[in-house]
């Protein structure tokens, strides 16, 4: 009976208060790494929705040139198309908030400016690329003096023989 006493004296703490460290720590890690997975769940869609739209978006062009008896087969014409569908790629993937490298080439390039009106046009700029060309050297004095005497007489008709006779 006593046991029975004793066991009455006693409180048991509510078993749904008890919180373990350990506990805390591995649904923390949990929470993280359900973030961690959704996040990458959800570069992967974009990823993969941005490619199919590039995909389509670029084959239309394609068509596109084909109609026009463009020369599709020439190496020239598949460097701007790749840069093209690149750039392409980098416009899609801003509008989603994704870094792509064609958007630096985009800002370093191309300056937008709005009027008054509200209206934006865009101006690009080949400087920054561009090999800039070499500069020559001045022309002597010499051959300053020789072209403009060249240039001054210039027109005039000197005949070979008397026109008189």
Known sequence: MAKDKDKDKIIQFPTNRIIHQRTKE???????????????????????????????????????????SMKTQLPNFTKDLALLVDMLRGLIYRDFG??????????????????????????????????????????????????????DTAGFFEPDGDLDD
């Open 98 to 151: 994704v870094n792509h490298p064609a958007q630096k080439l985009s800002d370093k390039m191309v300056k937008v400016t709005t009027n008054r009106a509200g209206t934006m046009s865009a101006k690009i700029d080949y400087s920054d690329v561009v090999d800039k060309p070499k500069k020559t050297k001045p022309i002597s004095g010499d051959v300053k003096k020789e072209l403009k005497d060249l240039n």
């Open 26 to 68: 591995l649904n923390e890690q949990k929470r993280k790494m359900g973030e961690k997975v959704a996040k990458a769940f959800q570069d992967q869609q974009t990823k993969r929705f941005v490619e199919t739209a590039v995909d389509d978006i670029s084959m239309g062009l394609l068509k596109q040139f084909v109609n026009l």
